[in-house]
C-alpha cells in the first residue's frame, strides 16, 4: 500500500512538470547558382568570426588568474569564518551529548528544577562543516563569466545566408512534457524554457 501510494505520488509529480522548449532552425538554400556560390563567402566568413572569437576567448583566460585568485582569497577568508562557525558550533554539539544534558534538555526532565526546563533542543543534528573552495571551480566560474562572450558569428551568418537569397526559418517547439501532444506540434507564444538552436549553418 505504502509502495502505490509513494509511486502515485511520483506519477503525480511528474504530470505537473513544466512542458521544456527548443527552437529549430531550418536553413533552405537559395535555388540559383549564384546565390549556392555567395553561401560559400557565408561560409568563410563563420569560419574567420569564430576563429576570431577563439582567440579572443584564449587571450581572455590567458590573464584571467589576477582575477582567480582574489576570487579564491575571498572565498578563503569566508571559508575560515564559516569554518570558526562550524568548529564552536561543533564543541556544543559534543558537550550536550556527552553531559546528556544541559540548556538544550527536553521539558518535564525529572529530578531537576523547573528554571533548567527548555522546550528547545539546538544540537539534535551535528552541524555540518562548510565545503572548502577549489581553486579550479572558481577559475571556471570567471572564465564562464569573464572570457564566454557571444561573438555574434551565428547571426551574421543567418543574415548573409537571407543575403545570398536563402531562407532561415524558426519555430519554438515542445521536446519534454508536452501532455501527450508529438514533440514539435505545439508552438507557444511563451515559451517557459530558454530555447535552444538546433539545425545547420553552425
Not at 40 to 60: F, K, L, N, V, Y
Not at 87 to 99: G, K, N, P, W
Not at 145 to 153: A, F
Not at 190 to 202: D, F, L, N, V
Given at each position: 500500500?505504502?509502495?502505490?501510494?509513494?509511486?502515485?505520488m511520483?506519477l503525480?509529480?511528474?504530470?505537473?512538470a513544466?512542458?521544456q522548449?527548443?527552437?529549430?532552425?531550418?536553413y533552405?538554400p537559395?535555388?540559383t547558382?549564384?546565390?549556392?556560390?555567395?553561401l560559400?563567402?557565408?561560409?568563410?566568413?563563420?569560419?574567420?568570426?569564430?576563429?576570431?572569437?577563439?582567440?579572443?576567448?584564449?587571450?581572455?583566460i590567458?590573464?584571467?588568474q589576477?582575477?582567480?585568485?582574489a576570487?579564491?582569497?575571498?572565498?578563503?577568508?569566508?571559508?575560515?569564518?564559516?569554518?570558526?562557525v562550524?568548529?564552536?558550533?561543533?564543541?556544543?554539539?559534543?558537550?550536550?551529548?556527552?553531559?546528556q544534558f544541559?540548556?538544550y534538555?527536553?521539558?518535564?526532565?525529572?529530578?531537576?528544577?523547573?528554571?533548567f526546563?527548555f522546550?528547545d533542543?539546538?544540537?539534535?543534528?551535528?552541524?555540518?562543516?562548510?565545503?572548502?573552495p577549489?581553486?579550479?571551480?572558481?577559475?571556471?566560474?570567471?572564465?564562464?563569466?569573464?572570457?564566454?562572450?557571444?561573438?555574434?558569428?551565428?547571426?551574421?551568418?543567418?543574415?548573409?545566408?537571407?543575403?545570398?537569397?536563402g531562407?532561415?526559418?524558426?519555430?519554438?517547439?515542445?521536446?519534454?512534457n508536452?501532455d501527450?501532444?508529438?514533440?514539435v506540434?505545439?508552438i507557444?507564444s511563451?515559451?517557459?524554457?530558454?530555447?535552444?538552436?538546433?539545425?545547420?549553418?553552425?
Open positions: 500500500m505504502a509502495l502505490a501510494m509513494g509511486l502515485a511520483v503525480g509529480f511528474a504530470g505537473c513544466s512542458p522548449y527548443a527552437t529549430e532552425v531550418r533552405l537559395p535555388a547558382e549564384a546565390g549556392r556560390s555567395c560559400r563567402g557565408c561560409q568563410t566568413d563563420m569560419q574567420a568570426c569564430q576563429a576570431d572569437c577563439q582567440s579572443r576567448r584564449e587571450s581572455c590567458a590573464g584571467i589576477p582575477q582567480v585568485e576570487a579564491f582569497d575571498q572565498a578563503l577568508r569566508q571559508y575560515e569564518a564559516e569554518r570558526r562550524y568548529m564552536r558550533e561543533r564543541q556544543y554539539y559534543q558537550l550536550d551529548r556527552a553531559m544541559g540548556l534538555r527536553d521539558p518535564f526532565y525529572y529530578g531537576y528544577p523547573a528554571s526546563w522546550t533542543r539546538f544540537y539534535d543534528d551535528p552541524p555540518i562543516p562548510p565545503e572548502a577549489s581553486r579550479e571551480a572558481i577559475r571556471a566560474a570567471v572564465i564562464d563569466q569573464e572570457c564566454n562572450i557571444d561573438c555574434g558569428c551565428q547571426a551574421a551568418f543567418d543574415q548573409c545566408y537571407v543575403g545570398c537569397g531562407q532561415v526559418e524558426r519555430r519554438v517547439v515542445c521536446v519534454e508536452c501527450g501532444e508529438a514533440p506540434s505545439r507557444p511563451s515559451p517557459t524554457a530558454e530555447p535552444s538552436s538546433r539545425g545547420g549553418g553552425q
